[in-house]
């Protein structure tokens, strides 16, 4: 099995003080996205989602759009702008995931409305996707669709889980055909059968005005 390991940091640029700087591993389609460091002095991949009201994709759109999709880029623009509060930036350099796992570490800091963090996955060239996140409002982990500029609700885990903001916790996706399991530190707790097998483009999502700490992005 084939192990992807899509590296936060940037290579040959630290990152000092409150000053924050864009992604290299990964397009930034919604919302505000920066390498950032932790309360550890860890570089990690930041979320700052308090300007969401703004309703604006991440800048530079098109560009990246072309990037992804090439010449197919228009129809997922228009889906992109149909719901920008729900910030989202795609991995680099995993063109296809299917059938494997994806997992990642989350902190979640701030955010009144929504305390967010989820993998994204199964991204089309029509800017249809599926999530898989954790609301520290809601103490849920949940699979959320987004298709045809409509967002809906498919499936919640078997039990709630409270995390305090701060700590460092793991989402993990196991997928295998159509069929789909999510664990929140390693524990499984979400089985659901897709209507169709996996196969897109996957990165990190969040929520409104949520702000959260992404880390250790892997995909197999």
Request: proline content about 3%; aromatic content about 10%; glycine content about 8%.
């Given at each position: 099995?084939?192990?992807?390991?899509?590296?936060?940091?940037?290579?040959?640029?630290?990152?000092?003080?409150?000053?924050?700087?864009?992604?290299?591993?990964?397009?930034?389609?919604?919302?505000?996205?920066?390498?950032?460091?932790?309360?550890?002095?860890?570089?990690?991949?930041?979320?700052?989602?308090?300007?969401?009201?703004?309703?604006?994709?991440?800048?530079?759109?098109?560009?990246?759009?072309?990037?992804?999709?090439?010449?197919?880029?228009?129809?997922?623009?228009?889906?992109?702008?149909?719901?920008?509060?729900?910030?989202?930036?795609?991995?680099?350099?995993?063109?296809?995931f299917h059938d494997g796992e994806i997992s990642i570490r989350f902190r979640l800091l701030a955010g009144q409305l929504d305390q967010c963090a989820g993998i994204l996955f199964n991204?089309?060239?029509?800017?249809?996707?599926?999530?898989?996140?954790?609301?520290?409002?809601?103490?849920?982990?949940?699979?959320?669709?987004?298709?045809?500029?409509?967002?809906?609700?498919?499936?919640?885990a078997s039990e709630n889980v409270h995390i305090p903001l701060g700590e460092w916790h793991t989402i993990k996706i196991?997928?295998?055909?159509?069929?789909?399991?999510?664990?929140?530190?390693?524990?499984?707790?979400?089985?659901?059968?897709?209507?169709?097998?996996?196969?897109?483009?996957?990165?990190?999502?969040?929520?409104?005005?949520?702000?959260?700490?992404?880390?250790?992005?892997?995909?197999?």
């Amino acid at each position: 099995m084939k192990k992807v390991l899509i590296s936060i940091a940037l290579l040959s640029l630290a990152v000092a003080g409150s000053v924050s700087v864009p992604p290299t591993a990964f397009l930034a389609i919604v919302g505000e996205w920066s390498v950032a460091k932790d309360a550890a002095g860890k570089t990690v991949l930041q979320v700052d989602g308090r300007q969401w009201i703004k309703g604006q994709p991440s800048a530079g759109l098109a560009a990246k759009a072309r990037t992804i999709y090439g010449a197919k880029h228009e129809e997922f623009i228009d889906s992109v702008k149909a719901y920008a509060y729900f910030p989202y930036a795609v991995a680099k350099g995993v063109d296809d995931f299917h059938d494997g796992e994806i997992s990642i570490r989350f902190r979640l800091l701030a955010g009144q409305l929504d305390q967010c963090a989820g993998i994204l996955f199964n991204l089309k060239p029509n800017g249809d996707y599926l999530t898989v996140r954790f609301n520290g409002k809601e103490d849920n982990l949940v699979l959320w669709t987004f298709k045809a500029g409509k967002r809906s609700f498919v499936k919640k885990a078997s039990e709630n889980v409270h995390i305090p903001l701060g700590e460092w916790h793991t989402i993990k996706i196991a997928v295998s055909g159509t069929q789909l399991r999510g664990f929140l530190d390693d524990k499984a707790i979400l089985d659901y059968t897709l209507a169709e097998p996996v196969s897109g483009k996957v990165g990190v999502w969040s929520k409104t005005d949520s702000v959260s700490q992404f880390d250790q992005f892997v995909v197999k």
